[in-house]
T-cell receptor, first 112, second 116 residues
């Protein structure tokens, strides 16, 4: 059974600080990794994708991948109250032939 | 269309009734996925369509669940003899091609199903 694990939180971070979200996965052959943001009552929206070891930056977001440790993380710099949401880690290779396996998500709260 | 379109957005049905949920993927997207998300839970994979290949049905929870897709367009998820545990939001997503090719999945707004 391929699994994606996340701390459910809530993770509380003061406004302006760095929020760090972590995810581990069980399937070593996974190749594609994604972070989705989901506001309450809304569908997930793609934040970042990462395919190679190292860091990938996009604005205030940085995704980090370490395939040897089977670990992927998302850093949010200068956290804003609007960043408060559930962040879902997703990994390719688990959900069927070519689907995504999702973690249960981390609930992030940015305190004004 | 501009995004993945799902209907109905909300459905309340009586236990034992059948329901059909519809998904219109982004135009040109060959891959289509159905996921289920129960309240406060993560996303559960249900089924995956890719072009004209046989669908991957490995996530369907029981034989009461089925899905069809016409070519590379509309898909319908059918739940027969609904049970209260079927209450969830059913999310459809599509991607330009397979994820191995570096494509990404885009979600619709979901169909919220309540079985009473």
């Amino acid at each position: 059974q391929k699994e994606v694990e996340q701390n459910s939180g809530p993770l509380s971070v003061p406004e302006g600080a760095i929020a760090s979200l972590n995810c581990t996965y069980s399937d070593r052959v996974s190749q594609s990794f994604f972070w989705y943001r989901q506001y309450s009552g809304k569908s997930p929206e793609l934040i970042m994708s990462i395919y190679s070891n190292g860091d990938k930056e996009d604005g205030r977001f940085t995704a980090q991948l370490n395939k040897a440790s089977q670990y992927v993380s998302l850093l949010i710099r200068d956290s804003q109250p609007s960043d408060s949401a559930t962040y879902l880690c997703a990994v390719n290779g688990g959900g069927g032939a070519d689907g995504l396996t999702f973690g249960k998500g981390t609930h992030l709260i940015i305190q004004p | 269309g501009a995004g993945v379109s799902q209907s109905p957005s909300n459905k309340v049905t009586e236990k034992g009734k059948d329901v059909e949920l519809r998904c219109d993927p982004i135009s040109g997207h060959t891959a289509l996925y159905w996921y289920r998300q129960r309240l406060g839970q993560g996303l559960e994979f249900l089924i995956y369509f890719q072009g004209n290949s046989a669908p991957d049905k490995s996530g369907l929870p029981s034989d009461r669940f089925s899905a069809e897709r016409t070519g590379e367009s509309v898909s319908t998820l059918t739940i027969q003899r609904t049970q209260q545990e079927d209450s969830a939001v059913y999310l459809c997503a599509s991607s330009l091609g397979g994820l191995q090719g570096g494509n990404t999945i885009y979600f619709g707004e979901g169909s919220w199903l309540t079985v009473v």
